[in-house]
Nanobody, 113 residues
Framework: QAQLVESGGGLVQSGGSLRLTCAGS????????MTWHRQAPGKAREWVAT???????FYADFVKGRFTASRDDAKNELYLQMDNLQLEDTAVYYC???????WGQGTQVTVSS
């Protein structure tokens, strides 16, 4: 059974950095389109980034230049390096196997001033 588990969230000051990890099991991450999304309190879930099987990456405008997605095929893990975090980045972050529409449980990122 395909599963995704996110980790790496936490509390960070504005301008700081965090790296999120999405560990996959039951399937090979490099075979599918993987995405990152986030959901802030009271708001709809929104797309953040896409990591294509061939390695191409795509980002929402509001994270371009600050967030970087990467993948470790040996570990079957996807990462989201988040730099220069701002208050508005506070949200629960989710990874998704786009092909199977499988979601992880999410990891909380809180940015403080």
């Amino acid at each position: 059974q395909a599963q995704l588990v996110e980790s790496g969230g936490g509390l960070v000051q504005s301008g700081g950095s965090l790296r999120l990890t999405c560990a996959g099991s039951g399937f090979t991450l490099s075979d599918v389109i993987m995405t990152w999304h986030r959901q802030a309190p009271g708001k709809a879930r929104e797309w953040v980034a896409t990591f294509a099987p061939g390695g191409a990456t795509f980002y929402a405008d509001f994270v371009k230049g600050r967030f970087t997605a990467s993948r470790d095929d040996a570990k079957n893990e996807l990462y989201l390096q988040m730099d220069n975090l701002q208050l508005e980045d506070t949200a629960v972050y989710y990874c998704q196997n786009f092909d199977s529409q499988t979601w992880g449980q999410g990891t909380q990122v809180t940015v403080s001033s």
